[in-house]
Structure formats: structure tokens, C-alpha cells
């Protein structure tokens, strides 16, 4: 529905067809990727707007389904308020200036199930200052943005280069017209070229040498037309070309100057026809008014090539020297007619090598000299037509459409490769992120950044890995999970009733307290150790420095740390000792945050918070394990309603796994899908596991194995993260791929994922295996596979 939203490889030029032409067809004779169809949202200006990026726009999406019908364009038009424009009803309508539009189209976008978002920017089109509103839309979609940039300032304001610069951060593939405009892209703005692709604006493709027909059809015959069209406004020049008339007329008094196009809708707005009527009247004063031909409208696309096919000169004595971006001049030339243009730099690409006659702006003298050159002999302006038609073979609509379904099909995210949780990742990366110290937080690429030392966080998640992996010799299980420990204990402060968290590379604290979340996560790892570590002599550790914890721990209030303290508890419950304090926790928590849920739901929103953060899925997981533990169904139904809701809000349109991104995190209103990190699949793969526990449901394990394939590329960017033969895992997934950085916090996110995931599947009994996707088994070097039979 079109009715508006209530407010809440190298860059190369597509010129011919090529050798690849077979391939790219062949791809999308087959529906593109696996036999599906390609869905893009378009998002311009769009007709019955009467602009030049509306009339592209709407070219593009009629081009591509003549050529390329297995392309599917969903078009999300700009407009503005009051236009009063009737849009097609299959048109989504984005008004301007109404932020909450762009998040909702997003929104729409992605539930949608598109494969690309491809939009045509232009700084006028958008709302907000230099039309910064469209990032409330790229920022919000979670398909590969693909963007034409129809204007490439070589001097931008600075919010002009803020909003290009944004939008730069998001594009994972980029369209320009000129290689000037890809220059600038690079140099200016630091884009990567290798993401920019230069295609020129498609053109009609017509017989050549049709003037006469056109001529006597519009009642021209004998006359010498020279032709500019398109929406008129100062920066047009025609002033230049009246000024020229008279000396053009001098020589050729059968010529006329045809002047096609209505006012600029925004210029009539603000000016009425001033501009008009003062070309008019400039006109009348140099005696030439009835040479001057108007037709004030603006025409659809087939009348208009009918009226330039009269023409014989076409003239565009633009003042904007900056104009990267002509589609009538791409007409003109595709059309086969002379040209006559100011430098203008798309007039300098297209017209390069004599393809038409450049002069310079401001001079209606040389005008006039160009012109009546071409008019004075019929051989050369025949020539220079031949010229031109010759030249507009490269952009006609057929090969505009085929490099554009070819930079769709770059711009989309590839298809994921399962793999299986069989197969067991290695070690590698973890050791090499860990030294006698402990595990270190960050890396640059995957060389470990000692800069930012250690954190409590990273070293208690890692002994968590030593308790369950089990491609480990029992001599190196020890070893680090001593190192481990011993970093975890030195955190303890019992002065101030807190674990320490940032320490430096020298070995000193960067603090006396550390955050309660990483509090809580100290506890969970304890209790996580004495449930799982074989070693009794670690267990027995874990248990003495729980209790002394328990014992001296300031009282903790945010719900994540209760949870993370809390699921701590219940592992330690779940060993079959009596603890009175580890139980009076988990009763705490769990009230607490059934309380939240209480007290925070509305229709919409089965949630504890009135925003969404990170590690969602634990507040869930904790209220399931309780309930289950102690017995206590109101807990476990409420912790399996919440985890369902976050898994929905969690899963693309698809059916893959898309994690709240981090942009969103603790921020109201629609979230935003990047950047997606590894703790998210972690704790949505654990909490499935605590699910199926407690209730036996086999949909829990099909949960859980598709979040798992996240790691391997069925994700909103089709790019694998997880290494299985080092066991490495990438930083998370980005708008523009991947964070090609791995910490800590990603390598075990992705480890625990692998052992909670294989040992919910031992779980399973051989018929209840049938029919869950748990990926097919590869050959990784390094890697072994376990067993769950």
C-alpha cells in the first residue's frame, strides 16, 4: 500500500556486453541464488514525481524487468508533504521529512526478505539537514546496501560529508556514472575503490536517422532544430543559447530552438514562472521569440525521445560544471544527434574524442560558432550524429540492465556453506590469544593487541571452554585452566566486596571494582567449574571460591549480572549439593525478573526492559532453569515465552539467525541489525539448550543448530566468521562484511556455541535427530569430529 506511514574486483566500466555476458544471464535465467528469485528494494524518487532522479528510478525498475524478470523490484518512494502525487498502490511512500518513515521502510525492508537495498541518492530527495534522514534507513536494514551516487561533491559542507561518509559505512557495493565521480569517491571521501563500479546512465535504444519522419510529424519540415529538454532552472544556461540565437539566425534563418520541459516544481514553488518568462522576454528583446519554441511540460519518456528524434543539434549549456550526471545528454547521444555542451564533467566523459563539441560556459558567441559550424556543412553534422549513435550503442537499456543485474549480484550476500557440529574446532586460537597471565581481550586482525591487557570477562569464559572441550590432552587442560583460575582468583577483591575486571599487560589492575556484569559472569564461572571440570582438585577450588564470593559480594542489582551470578547457582544446585545461599539467589533473580516481565510487557512486547541489550537470551535462560530446577512452573513458562519472542525478533525473514545489533543496544524504538556479534549466537544457542532440558521440545535443538550455522555464513552477509581448523572467530558481522579483527570474547563465544550445541545433540535420541539441519561434515585440517551415537 502506498498510503503513508503513521510518524512513530576493481571498479571497471560497464560499457559491452563482453565475454561475461553468458554467465550473468545464466545466473539470473536460474532465479539468481539456488533457483530463488532476487528481491531488491529500491529506494528514489520515483514517478509520477516529475524530477530526473524519479524518471531514472523508474527507468531502472521497468529496464530490469523487460530484461531480467527474475529480479523482483519493490520501489520505496520518496515524497513530499502535500504533493498530492498518485503512486502506484504496490509503491511504499516515504515522506521526507518524517524520521519515523525511514525506520518503519527499514522495517518493512526487512521483513520483506530483500536481498539488496539499492538507493539512489541525491542530498535534495532526503529529509533532514543535507538530507541526513536516509541513514535512519541504512542503518536500520539488514540486506546489502547497493548505492548510486547521482552527485559526488568535489567541495562538500561539513554535513554534506558527514551524511556521504555515513552512508560510505554502509554501502557494500557502490554505483557511479563517471569515472570522475569514482575519482572523487576515492580521493575525497576515502571510499575503497574496489567496491566502486562505473556505470554509465542507460539510454533508449532507436534506429538511427529518424529526424525527417519526427520533423514532419510535428509540423518542423524544413527547419534546422536545435533541442534542450529536461526541467528547467538558472542552472540550465538557456540564456546562453537565446543570447547565440541571433547569430545563429544570421546564417541559418530556418532554424528554431525547441526548449522542452516544465519549471523545476520547486522553483515554481518558490518563483512561479519567473525564470520562464524572463528567458521569454529576453527573447522578444533580441528579436528572435519566434524562433524560440516552447513546450511547458513535462513529458513521459516515449513522447520525449518522439520530440528529440526531431532534433538535429542538442545543446547543454549547463553552468554546473560539477554535474557528474546527464540522463538527457546520455539520451541525446544514444538518439545520435550533434552535440553542443558546456564542460560540464559527465559532457566530458561522454563526449570525449570528438563525440561532440565542448565550449566554454558563460560564452553564447562560441554557441553560435558551434552551431552554425555543424549546420554550415552537412556532411560533418552527419557525421558528428554517426558519431554520437556509435558512441550511445554502450549505454542503451539492455546493457544498463545487464551491469546492473550484475552489481546486484555482487552486492548480494553469498549462500552459507553448513557445517556440521561434528566436527570439533580446534585450540589454536585461543592459545594463542593466552599467555601465562591469562586470555587477552583484543587483536588487530588475529595478532593479540596488548595494549588493552586482560579482563575478567574473557578469562572466566575460558575456563568455562576448559571445562567442556574436549580436544584437549588432559596435561593442557590443566595447565590452563590453572591460569585461568589463578587470574580469576587474583580478580577477587574481598575488601571491597568485588571482582576486579581491566588489567593492564604489566599485571596491574586498572581498577578496584570491576562492572556487575562481569561480577556475575566470575560466578557463573565458578559454578559452571564445579559441575563440568573433570579435575576434582579444580572443582574443589571453584567450590571454595564461590562460597567465599557468595559469602563477601557486595549485592548485586543489574538483572544481567543476577543472571549470569544466577546460572552459576544452578549449575553449582545441579551437582546435588545442598546451598542454601546459591538457592536463595537463583529465587531472588528469577522473582525479579518475572517481576520485570510483569511489569514491562505490553501486546507487542514479551520482554523485561523497555529497550533490548546484549546477551539477551540469558534472562530467559535463567528463568527456564530455575522454573525447572526449583520446580517452579510460573518461572519456566514465563522464561520459554520470552525466549521464543526473542528468537522471533531475532530470525530474518529467511530463516536465518540476525542478532539485535550493538547500534541498538539500550536504545528504544526499531532496532537495528549491525554490528552482530558472537555473544549473541552463544547465548542464543545455550538458552535453546536449557529449553529443550526443560521441556523436551525438539524445535529448541533446530534452534539452536540454525543459530549455529550464523558462525559459517548464514547470516545477513553471507560471509563465515568462524575458522573450524584454528577455532578462531572473527570480531562480528558489519554492514560492509565482517570485523576482521579476533578477540577473545569471539573465539570462546564461538567455542562454547560448538560444545553446547554437540552436547545438546548427544542429548538426542537417534530418531529425534531426523529431520533437523545440523549442517553436512567438511574436511578442515586440524579439526576432528565427535560423535552422537
Partial sequence: MNEPFPAPATSRRHTDPGPATGDVLEFFAQGGKGGQRIRVALVGTYAPRKCGIATFTTDVREKLATYYPS????????????????????????????PGDYARAARLINESGADVVWVQHEFGIFGGRDGALIRELVDGVAAPVLATFHTVLTCPSPSQRAVMEHLLTRCRRIMVMS???????????????????????????????????????????????????????????????????????????????????ATHPVLVARDGENYREGLMARAEALGVAGHILWDNRFLDTDELLDQLEACDIYVTPYHNLGQSTSGTLSYAVAMGKALVSTPYIHARELLADGVGCLIA??????????????????????NAKLKAYQRGRKTIWPLFAKASAGLIRATMAPSARAVSPQVVPGMSAVF?????????????????DRRHGYCLDDNARALMLMNVATSLSESDRMRWSIIYASFIQHAWNPDKGRFRNFMRFDRTWCEDEGSEDSNGRALWALGHTVEHHPAADIRQWARSLFDDVLDGIEPLRSPRALAFASLGGLALLRTGVRHDKAHALVQESCAMLAHLVDVSRRPDWAWFEAVLGYDNPRLCQVLIEGGHAL????????????????????TGVQGHFRPIGSESF???????????????????????????????????????????????????????????????????VTPLGRNENSGAESILAFQ??????????????????????????????????????
Fill in 71 to 98: 529480479i523482483d523490484v519493490e520501489v520505496y518512494a520518496l515524497d513530499q508533504a502535500g504533493s498530492g502525487l498518485d503512486y502506484d498502490p504496490a509503491i511504499t511512500i516515504i515522506r521526507a521529512e518524517e
Fill in 179 to 261: 569515472q570522475h565521480g569514482r575519482d572523487l569517491l576515492v580521493d575525497t571521501y576515502k571510499a575503497r575503490r574496489d567496491v566502486i563500479e562505473i556505470i554509465e546512465h542507460g539510454a533508449p535504444d532507436r534506429p538511427f536517422g529518424g529526424e525527417e519522419a519526427a520533423r514532419e510529424r510535428m509540423g518542423l519540415n524544413g527547419r534546422k532544430v536545435l533541442t534542450t529538454f529536461g526541467l528547467l532552472g538558472p542552472g540550465k544556461g538557456l540564456e546562453q543559447v537565446i543570447e547565440a540565437m541571433p547569430a545563429i539566425l544570421a546564417r541559418h534563418p530556418d532554424a528554431v530552438y525547441r526548449i522542452v520541459g
Fill in 361 to 382: 560556459d558563460n560564452a553564447p558567441a562560441t554557441i553560435a560558432k558551434a552551431v552554425n559550424d555543424l549546420l554550415d556543412d552537412p556532411k560533418a553534422l552527419m
Fill in 432 to 448: 594463542s590469544m593466552s599467555d601465562a597471565t591469562g586470555m587477552l581481550q583484543h587483536s588487530i586482525g588475529i595478532v593479540p
Fill in 631 to 650: 520446580g517452579h512452573k510460573r518461572w519456566l513458562d514465563i522464561g520459554l515465552e520470552t525466549l521464543a519472542w526473542i528468537n522471533a525478533c531475532q
Fill in 666 to 732: 539500550g536504545k528504544s524504538g526499531e532496532w537495528k541489525p549491525f554490528d552482530q556479534q558472537p555473544l549473541e549466537a552463544q547465548a542464543a544457542i545455550e538458552a535453546a539448550h536449557s529449553a529443550f532440558v526443560a521441556t523436551g521440545d525438539k524445535v529448541w535443538v533446530e534452534q539452536a543448530a540454525q543459530v549455529y550455522q550464523w558462525f559459517f555464513g548464514a547470516n545477513d552477509r553471507g560471509i563465515a566468521l568462524a575458522d573450524i581448523a584454528s577455532g578462531r572467530c572473527r570480531d562480528g
Fill in 752 to 789: 562454547l556455541s560448538h560444545y553446547s550445541l554437540s552436547q545438546l545433540l548427544r542429548k538426542l535420541q537417534p530418531q529425534q535427530i531426523k529431520g533437523i539441519q545440523i549442517g553436512h561434515t567438511v574436511e578442515c585440517p586440524g579439526a576432528q569430529s565427535a560423535s552422537y551415537s
